[in-house]
């Protein structure tokens, strides 16, 4: 209990310099706090990169504050606040993105929203059925940047860090093709259709595929794309052949291309042109060249012959049908069918094997030449069962000589009916001929000549009754006696006849002085003296 | 407010007690170490305004952080999400769990809010040797030391959390920075409110110039 009384004096000086500093030492606690959270604000403030606005037409599977903004599956931002637009056309998303994604902001960035996704090139975005769709990035490269987007609604098929080559083909239409329909070389997948749009005329549709590194060299000047959509069905002398470029093609159709004969020529530029043909047989065709317009005029049915008919020479398609019509020819006084073919003078010239000099004559003076020698157009029945007729041209050498005009537009082909047609004609010709036959006539004096005939006939009879009357008893008479002499000379022949017997005879005793003769003659021979001198026994004895 | 009067108080007697072993010394002068444990004895804590002023205001910045940063970053199959204390509540309110969401709600928010405030209004009204409501300021210091102690129940959440889930691939939770400064407005409130000595609030202006004991007296104590 005792304490030392301390003065206060004595302690204070020591005290007093420390006082100064000491209890200021406990401010450096908050200043710390100051310091982190200063250092905690500055490392968030230069994490945040820019802000921009993406427009959606939905906001299907966003969440604001949670949506990230990926690229090459890094983050690069997310989703702040997702807002209706005040048209309620679209959605504005706000999206905070990171530092390092500033270079995102370049005028031509895109962004899309992905989803799980089903369509022609298989499934996609399986991922986010678990995690939430994101907003995919493809980072633009202009050097503008904006603070606005318009979101695609379906990702990009090609994107720009994408290696390869993008080529435009022309087509009729787009076929089964859909966006990321594949593109084959060699059945082997080497890119996809990016995207189509119908010309601005309407006539065909532009498509863009996009052909990838490092398959894109493959594709030359002289490549030919076609459909490989579906299955292709070819039956000829060697069989059904069933051609199809992967099971997916059949459902999902596709393009293929390839050179003919390989011989792809120099490797072609981004964005060439090319066409786009319906069948691997087509793309396979040598181009048509220069199409010349013909007009034929018929004076015969035109039932079953359509645009799109086939023209041919000699079985080889040379062209087709462009439209037919009727058309009343005030001069003849009579309707005649006017129908527009339109032939590739090439083909037919290729099947000529025209040589070099081909240059010397214009092609309107080799049609003149062909005419000339006969060429004419007819109407042949292609099927019998439909009835579809074609235009078919070939040298008619005995048809009537006619002069061709070529200075008109189209020029006027001439024609000659067709082979049925002939046959009708000449049919009609025999009837016309056999109408003038005076047929009445003619019966007339047939009836006359008959019944004259008639008496000739009835007296022919009258002639053989009395025939039979007189003359047949006779003749039987007649052929009794002459079986009877028969008999008599037949037995008069027998074997056992005494004329035989007797003939027998006769010719024995024929042979025996025929033996004696031999005799004589042979001792004659011998000794020819005794026809003067006798038998020499005789002289001897 | 009618709390002390006629009551003397031991500054007014002269009687100093050791904050260790509770020891009362008669005529000890201030900064004395106590006799039988050798603490020093004052008769006010030194610099007691001071301290809880640096701590309270360091608390108060790293409240904003806290509140502000995700505390809790969970990693699953179906993406990452980043909570923050109030998103927390958010997400449970939402979802229909009242109960949970208001625990959180105020053990992790109000409570270092109710600290915060409270000790400020108490260190302003002590600085101010206010008169004001003495008794129930000297109440509301009490209860603050009764509640400080559950503040940090978050902290123990998230932690418990990050070491149990851990699946990899499939789910993992981890601290954000949040929890760390949530932490920290914890740890800095306790402080606050320790180096806050409660027997200021009793002294007033017409009381012992203990303002000016404090502000002169000699403080040889740095451990404290």
Known sequence: MTEQDKTPPLAEPVVVRRRNWLPSLIWFIPIVAALVGIALVARILMERGPEVVLTFKTAEGLEAGKTAVKYKDVQIGTVQTIRLASDRSHVRVQVQLTKEAKSFTAEDTRFWVVRPRLDTSGISGLGTLLSGAYIGADAGSSSETVSEFTGLEAPPIVTRDASGKQFLLRARDVGSLGIGSPVYFRRIKVGQLAAYELDADGRGVTLRVFVNAPYDKFVGANTRFWHASGLDVELNASGVKLRTQSLATIVLGGIAFQAPDDAMGPTAQENTIFALAQDETTAMKQPDGPSQTLLLYFNQSLRGLSPGAVVDFRGVEIGEVKSIGVEFDRLANQFRMPVLIQVYPDRLRRDIGDGPGESRYTQLDRLKFLVDKGLRAQLRTGNLLTGQIYVALDFFPRAAPVKVDITQNPIELPTVPSGLEEIQAQLGDIARKLNKVPFDEIGRDLRKTLGTLNKTLVGAEQLAASLKNDVSPEMTAAMKDVRKTLNNADKTLADDSPLQQDMRQTLQEVTRAANSLRILTDYLERHPESLLRGKPEDKKQ | ?224
């Open chain 2, 1 to 224: 407010m009618t709390a002390p009067r006629g009551i003397e108080t031991a500054a007014e007697l002269g009687l100093l007690s050791c904050p260790h072993c509770g020891t009362v010394w008669r005529e000890a002068a201030d900064g004395e170490p106590c006799a039988r444990c050798g603490t020093r004895m004052h008769r006010r804590k030194p610099h007691s305004i001071q301290r809880t002023w640096a701590y309270l205001i360091a608390a108060c910045i790293m409240y904003l952080p806290a509140n502000l940063l995700p505390v809790m970053i969970t990693k699953s199959l179906l993406g990452s999400q980043y909570d923050t204390i109030l998103s927390g509540v958010i997400y449970f309110w939402v979802s229909g769990a009242y109960g949970l969401a208001a625990i959180i709600f105020i053990a992790s928010f109000l409570v270092p809010l109710f600290k915060l405030s409270a000790l400020i209004l108490l260190a302003v009204l002590a600085q101010r040797h206010s008169d004001w409501r003495q008794l129930e300021r000297a109440r509301l210091y009490h209860m603050l030391e009764i509640i400080g102690r559950w503040s940090m129940l978050d902290v123990f959440v998230v932690s418990l959390l990050a070491g149990l889930v851990r699946i990899q691939g499939f789910a993992e939770i981890s601290a954000g920075v949040g929890i760390a400064a949530f932490g920290a407005v914890v740890v800095l409130t306790m402080m606050a409110s320790l180096s806050f000595d409660p027997r200021l609030s009793w002294d007033s202006r017409n009381t012992i110039p203990a303002e000016e004991h404090e502000r002169n007296m000699p403080n040889k104590e740095q451990g404290a």
